[in-house]
């Protein structure tokens, strides 16, 4: 499992030229070359979870999951003693593989160390959920460094915002007036997604955008969305006319080469 993960995320390089095992710590694997830096651990309940900064860009994986049929799924997750949250996924073309939406402050999270319990809905074959409980090494080293490496922060305040973002894009009362249409970049992939988080301002406009995540790395898609965000507006419509209340928003572009 730890091979399979190495070769998931780094490519086809050889795992004892690379793997450096941070003592008490999660597995740490530097590239230089890829400019990669890749913090994972497996466990016995057959799950491997790895984050990783490639190029600048940081991604969540978790693997040995019940395969899905479904592009996207939703996983509840349990911290310690902290309250279960459900948190959004996107399949790999491996179906038992999934990477996160919000993968820095998952990061952050798992950095902890503690008890994790990961609930997949309807996983049985006869439509019960699967639960896996698992104890997480504390990790300083490992995490923290693919996090540094990215520049996202070991700790951040946004995160406690997180359950109010959702789903649906927009709080209650929110619309858009001009809603986020990024053209598709010049590269060589035919399809990708991207993750935004933006601030709103009153009198309309996003600010302090920031790419979540991004899939492909290196497909040119979040600077894509990042320029149309800056394009895009919101209206209150709670309060027609009013300024727009201050609230962090997000929203999941998905490109398809036309």
Known sequence: MKRFLVALLIG???????AQDAPR???????????????FSTFDVG????FRCIDGSFNAVLAGLPPSRNRRRALELTFREGDPFMS???TTTDRSVAVSDFPAPLAREFRQGGQLQV?????AADGRNIRYVV???????AIDEALTACDRPLVDPRDAELAAIGESELPVGFAWQRRPQPRFPATRYAEGFVVTTCLTS???PLRDCVVEMEHPHDGGFGEATLRAA???????????GAPVPVRRVSFRTNFVMP
């Open 25 to 39: 710590d999660w597995d740490l694997v530097r590239d230089p070359a890829k400019k990669s830096v890749l913090a």
């Open 202 to 204: 009153p009198d309309g």
């Open 119 to 123: 609930m997949v809905p309807g996983a």
């Open 47 to 50: 799950l491997s979870v790895g």
């Open 88 to 90: 959004m996924w996107t």
């Open 230 to 240: 800056r394009r895009a507006r919101v209206l209150n419509m709670a309060q027609p």
């Open 135 to 141: 104890e997480l090494p504390g990790s300083n080293v």
């Open 12 to 18: 086809a390089v050889a795992l004892p030229a690379l």
